[in-house]
Each structure stands twice: as C-alpha cells, then as structure tokens.
C-alpha cells in the first residue's frame, strides 16, 4: 500500500514555473516506476513524465524540453519541475506509484493538484 499527496499547484502566468512535489507514505526506493499525469477538463488522463527506480525518464513530448521530473529517495518524494508553462499545460496534476510484481502490477494515485496557467 501506498499513500501519495501532491502538492506545490497554483496560479501562475504563461512563461512561468511551478514545482510539484509527492510524497510517498514509503520508502520509494523499491517502487518501480513513479511518475505525473495530468487531466484537463473534458480530456482523458495523459502522461506527463516518469522515472524508474534506476533513475531512466520518460516525457511525454508535449513537456519534452519544459519539465523535469526526478526523485528524492531519501526524502521518499517526487518531483516535477514545469518551467516555460503554457495555458495548454492547464489541468490537474497526479502523482502515481507503480509497484510490478512478477505476474501483476499495481498502481496507486494521489488526490491531485491543480495546475492553473494564465495567459
């Protein structure tokens, strides 16, 4: 079992930057895979950005270049730095656990926080 919070969304004008942050209610070093997604209104859940437990990244190529997402094992966080924001890059925000067993995975998700880019 696992409990993230987010936190660090806000109100920020086009150009900007926001880091988010998640903490994990436990040693992420054996989680897998942790990673961002973002939902904005009327569209489905997309990926941001993941980061494996051996430090490997992937981004979606909308931020490509933008974010940067890394991670703190011994503070049991992840981040995500979003510089150069965009009015697109409006929605919220969701920190993700992915622990893969050998004949399954599971997956845990925070509450969420809201990304909110002006123009």
């Known amino acids: 079992q696992v409990q993230l919070v987010e936190s660090g969304g806000g109100l920020v004008q086009a150009g900007g930057s926001l880091r988010l942050s998640c903490a994990a209610s436990r040693n992420i070093f054996s989680i897998n895979v942790m990673g961002w997604y973002r939902q904005a209104p009327g569209k489905l859940r997309e990926l941001v950005a993941t980061?494996?437990?051996?430090?490997?990244?992937n981004y979606a190529g909308s931020v490509e270049g933008r974010f940067t997402i890394s991670r703190d094992n011994a503070k049991n966080t992840v981040n995500l730095q979003m510089n150069s924001l965009k009015p697109e890059d409006t929605a919220v925000y969701f920190c993700?656990?992915?622990?893969?067993?050998?004949?399954?995975?599971?997956?845990?998700w925070g509450q969420g926080t809201q990304v909110t880019v002006s123009s």
């Open positions: 993700n656990a992915r622990l893969d067993r050998s004949a399954y995975s599971m997956s845990y």
């Open positions: 980061i494996t437990s051996g430090d490997s990244t």
